[in-house]
Nanobody, 120 residues
Framework: VQLVESGGGLVQPGGSLRLSCVASGSIFRIGTMGWYRQAPGKQRELAAT???????NYADSVKDRFTISRDNAKNTVYLQMNDLKPDDTAVYYC???????????????WGQGTQVTVSS
């Protein structure tokens, strides 16, 4: 199984970016997918997650600015980030809880990360 992120980059404060993450490989079922971020010198933290049924969860720091969505048919999760701030600068990692094949239990998989830099 591979999770591949795209869409990171350099943006000015107040700008927007859209991250994408595609899961591929041997996949029977995907549960929760989400985005975590890690700033330099800090621990990795949750940004947003979405269940397979569409229920979303956001960190307080990104509520009302970030929107998570997913396309289950494409095994893809997105993160629309608006009104970006310098504090949003971090490596953003995609995460998915999925079952590769029965009767294996669900496992958590991570992407390689994509850099988001917010600076003027």
């Amino acid at each position: 199984v591979q999770l591949v992120e795209s869409g990171g980059g350099l943006v000015q404060p107040g700008g927007s970016l859209r991250l994408s993450c595609v899961a591929s490989g041997s996949i029977f079922r995907i549960g929760t997918m989400g985005w975590y971020r890690q700033a330099p010198g800090k621990q990795r933290e949750l940004a947003a997650t979405m269940s397979s049924g569409g229920g979303a969860n956001y960190a307080d720091s990104v509520k009302d600015r970030f929107t998570i969505s997913r396309d289950n048919a494409k095994n893809t999760v997105y993160l629309q980030m608006n009104d970006l701030k310098p504090d949003d600068t971090a490596v953003y990692y995609c995460n998915a809880d999925l079952i590769e094949r029965l009767p294996r239990p669900p496992l958590s998989f991570w992407g390689q990360g994509t850099q988001v830099t917010v600076s003027s």
